[in-house]
């Protein structure tokens, strides 16, 4: 690998030795996948701090965060004084939300841990965002910034919808990126990567939030890991929209770009999108692939009486939040069943000053922050079956707690939340 005088520097230990471990990581990393160089970031989103209790006994043995933050983000046995960031670093989700520890399942102690190592990584410099979408609460790259962001919520986001440049990365070489400001130069970095390889082609109108996460997912399901292009897009989709869209589409497959003709910005037009190539694979999305769609998401659930509706999957935006307080106005959720919606600490802030969460908690649900069900695999006590808007979180709980889950609008799970049964087709 081609490095320039500053990175053999910092590899040779000239800023102290955690960047120097980190470099080295980055060389290996970046060999590993044949990249050549480095690309200079200063956008960096990733996980550093420590949430469980194997953690918490590994600082106790070896002598507190430093050998976590050592031994788990930048590989190295030995343990190094850990310096401030030198990128913007914005932190992601965690595996619990710390202000919901019974909710979560998570003990005294372990949140008491946590608080400890939050408070160690603000002093690095790190923003405790605490989201799967910092996009939507001040972190928001440029078109063509190189970045080195987790997530792949995040990743596709960010790399079609804004037109920044990551790849989806990993908690060590988000690590190592916050400490040199580098990231290996290969994959979505380049120019190459970033064209379309399939195009579909919208025979019907795709308008709702539903609509989209049912696209993403039919999409993502067909074209894995390559570079899709839709055309035929006649409603300029929101950000909620695009959110589920991509979301989906990276659950199904491993989209992390995409393009919507005459609306992302490398695509103002197909020959953009395609850079001039040929699609390798064309096909046309109609009412029976959206139907055929939401039977496959809805096809594990059989039983009609839900205990648990969860909304906020990626976190859910202020308008999102907006509209399920308006939802939920004057009206109780059923007694054998439970609401929790999850959005970012900042949007929580607002929702607290515009009055949404006094509306959402008198009506007996909770807005909680800084996880989901899926990554604390934290549900309600005694909970089968489950209703969600978000065809991401619908493909992976099931999964991760072995519940049925109903797919389908914000307002049919609402109505699913304060009547105690899905009712929508
Ligand atoms: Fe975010 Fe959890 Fe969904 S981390 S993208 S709300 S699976």
Not at 142 to 150: D, K, N
Not at 296 to 306: C, F, P, S, Y
């Amino acid at each position: 690998m081609r490095l320039t005088d500053a990175e053999k520097a910092m590899r040779d230990g000239a800023e102290g030795a955690a960047v120097a471990r980190a470099m080295d990581l980055l060389i290996r990393y970046g060999e590993a996948l044949g990249a050549e160089s480095l690309v200079e970031t200063r956008n960096v989103c990733g996980t550093v701090t420590a949430t469980t209790p194997f953690m918490r006994d590994f600082a106790m043995a070896k002598g507190g965060l430093d050998a976590v933050f050592s031994e788990f983000n930048l590989d190295s046995a030995e343990v190094v004084p850990v310096p401030k960031v030198r990128a913007f670093s914005s932190h992601l989700q965690l595996g619990f939300d710390p202000h919901h520890p019974i909710e979560m399942g998570v003990s005294e102690q372990t949140v008491e841990f946590y608080r400890r190592s939050e408070a160690s990584a603000a002093r690095m410099g790190v923003q405790m965002m605490n989201t799967c979408t910092p996009y939507q609460v001040g972190n928001v790259p440029s078109r063509g910034e190189h970045c080195a962001w987790m997530e792949s919520s995040a990743v596709v986001y960010i790399n079609s919808v804004l037109g920044a440049r990551t790849n989806a990365e990993g908690r060590e070489s988000t690590s190592a990126a916050m400490l040199t400001c580098r990231i290996p130069n290969w994959g979505y970095h380049l120019d190459g990567p970033r064209l379309g390889t399939h195009a579909v082609q919208l025979d019907i109108e795709v308008e709702s939030v539903e609509d989209w996460g049912l696209l993403g997912y039919w999409l993502g399901d067909w074209v894995q890991d390559r570079v899709p292009v839709v055309c035929g897009v006649t409603r300029v989709p929101n950000l909620p929209r695009l959110k589920h869209f991509g979301a989906a589409a990276s659950s199904s497959g491993g989209v992390e770009m995409y393009h919507l003709v005459g609306v992302t910005p490398e695509a103002n037009s197909v020959e953009q999108a395609f850079g001039g190539r040929a699609p390798v694979e064309q096909r046309r999305y109609g009412a029976r692939e959206r139907g055929e769609t939401l039977a496959r998401l809805n096809a594990m659930a059989h039983d009609r009486q839900v205990d648990y509706v969860m909304l906020g999957c990626p976190h859910y935006t202020i308008e999102q939040i907006w509209e399920a307080a308006q939802l939920l106005e004057g009206r109780q959720v059923h007694t054998n069943c439970a609401l929790w919606i999850f959005t970012p600490r900042a949007i929580k802030a607002l929702a607290d000053r515009n009055g949404y969460t006094q509306t959402i908690e008198a009506a007996g649900a909770k807005l909680m922050t800084d996880s989901c069900s899926a990554m604390s695999r934290a549900v309600p006590p005694g909970t089968k079956v489950v209703a969600l808007d978000s065809a991401k979180q619908a493909h992976y709980l099931p999964a991760i707690v072995g519940v049925q889950a109903w797919f389908g609008t914000t307002a049919q799970c609402v109505e699913a939340a304060c009547t105690g049964r899905w009712n929508a087709a």
